[in-house]
């Protein structure tokens, strides 16, 4: 009994090293016997884990222990807080058929890595790397379609950073408030031309009427008692032909405007004839909304 045990050690010994070195199987069990590292990144230490994990299934699974030796050599790496890189498989001896899919994916892991995966999803990026790794071994053998390409095909869509957010939906700027109406324009005794106190006014004015585009724009023209009616009339119509081109000039436009001079009748302030009331020097601008 004790010769046979001797003779299946041999030959299992022999069966190994025509796969793998005695240097590299005993490098294989070092990390099979290696603890979790406590240094490196977070990265780093769960691709110690995955490669660990892979070095475990092929040498004690499979009994492929040259395919455990190359997981065992990132592994160890990894330990020290190193970061190994997939494996490229523009590097390897794969059968033609194969190369497109492992090209893309190679690809599409290196994108992800370079936006940030490895530090947004550690564990995620650590499988996927070690998939890919276990894919590119399998299909240098010729294999199609092995289980770790499975596991890469469902973990590395993972990886994909987040959408941005929508943008924030950009308020339409709120119109001018309206103007009280009337808006009232007043002159100096006997004149017709605008002031400039009064030109502040009919610049918001146009601003708020040009916003609401309203369907028709009044402006009616008025003078104190001093004077005749026809003169006064004639005045009254002056100052409302003013207020509405100025309006014009400042790009209320496209709109109906009735203009209207009432001479000294409807004063704002009644009084006796021929007094001056600067409140009635004025004109009125009235305007109605489109429904």
Known sequence: MKLARILFSLAAMIAVSACATPFQVAEVRDVLDAPSPTVGTPFSKALFDEYKEATRHEALDEYEWRHAHGFAVKAAKAATGEEPPPENPADWDIP???????????QALTEDFALGARQRLPAESAK????LDCWIEEAAEGETNPACRQVFAVTEPKLKPPAPPPPAPVAEPAPPPSPAQPLVVTFAFGRADISASAMQNLHEAASALKAAKPATIRVHGFTDSVGS???????????????????????????TVEITGFGLDRPAVPTKPNVKGPRNRRAEVTWESRR
Do not use: I, Y
């Open 128 to 131: 996927a790397q070690v998939s």
């Open 96 to 106: 033609a058929p194969l190369k497109p899919d492992l090209a893309a994916a190679h």
């Open 229 to 255: 009616p026809k003169a006064n009339k004639a005045l009254s119509e002056r100052r409302a032909k003013a207020v509405a081109d100025q309006l014009a000039k400042l790009g209320v436009t496209g709109m």
